[in-house]
Structures are given as structure tokens and as C-alpha cells.
């Protein structure tokens, strides 16, 4: 069964720091982009970042750019997201998702990816 499991998430304070871990299971996923999206409550999902499978080509969502970093393992398999300087409106649920893009493409939408996992929650107090 391919999965996608996510860890890391939890409370912080306001411009603290945390980090989340997203392991693939079921499958190499390491000729597939990875990424993450998050959905706060009573929101969309939005995206958050990726991160290519050959080049480690990255791409952000302007919100997190210079406080976020997305990277990934030698095998490719895991994928990470450093936040920091964390603020109120960071809290969400953070999905972590792949899909098979060995040409290296970076998609924003959520529908252009195939594999979701569970969700880790994140929340910052003020």
C-alpha cells in the first residue's frame, strides 16, 4: 500500500520553529516531486512548497518564502519542511503530497497530485 506519512506537527509559540517529516511508503518516490500543502480552518487548501526529484529544484507560496524550506533525503523517499518564524496564521493541517514528475515539474494545484497524506497539525499561539 503506497502512503505517505507525515510527522513533526505540534504547538509552538509565535516565532518559534518546527519541523516536519513526510515519509513514502509502498513505493520509491524518488523520481517524484514532493511537496506540501496546508488548509487552515474554514479555509482552502493552499500550497506551501515542493521540491523536484532529480535537481532539487524548489518552488514557495509567497507567504512562507524566507521562513520555509522544503527538502528531501538522498533516496528521495523522505521529504522535510523547516518552518520558522512561525505566526498565528500558520496554523493548519500540513499535507504532504507526490506525484511523478521525473521531467521536474512543480505544480501549485492540489489536483495535480496524486498522493496525499494523512495530515499533521500545526498550531501557533500568540
Known amino acids: 500500500q503506497v502512503q505517505l506519512v507525515e510527522s513533526g506537527g505540534g504547538l509552538v509559540q509565535t516565532g518559534g520553529s518546527l519541523r516536519l517529516s513526510c515519509v513514502g511508503n509502498?513505493?520509491?518516490?524518488?523520481?517524484?516531486?514532493m511537496g506540501w500543502f496546508r488548509q487552515a480552518p474554514g479555509k482552502e487548501r493552499e500550497f506551501v512548497a515542493a521540491?523536484?526529484?532529480?535537481?532539487?529544484?524548489?518552488v514557495y507560496s509567497d507567504s512562507v518564502k524566507d521562513r520555509f524550506a522544503i527538502s528531501r533525503d538522498n533516496a528521495g523517499d523522505t521529504v522535510y519542511l523547516r518552518m520558522n518564524s512561525l505566526h498565528p496564521e500558520d496554523t493548519a493541517i500540513f499535507y504532504c503530497?507526490?506525484?511523478?514528475?521525473?521531467?521536474?515539474?512543480?505544480?501549485?494545484?492540489?489536483?495535480?497530485?496524486?498522493?496525499w497524506g494523512q495530515g499533521a497539525k500545526v498550531t501557533v499561539s500568540s
Open positions: 509502498g513505493r520509491s518516490f524518488r523520481y517524484y516531486s
Open positions: 521540491i523536484s526529484s532529480s535537481i532539487g529544484k524548489t
Open positions: 503530497v507526490a506525484a511523478d514528475y521525473s521531467d521536474n515539474r512543480l505544480p501549485l494545484s492540489p489536483d495535480e497530485y496524486d498522493y
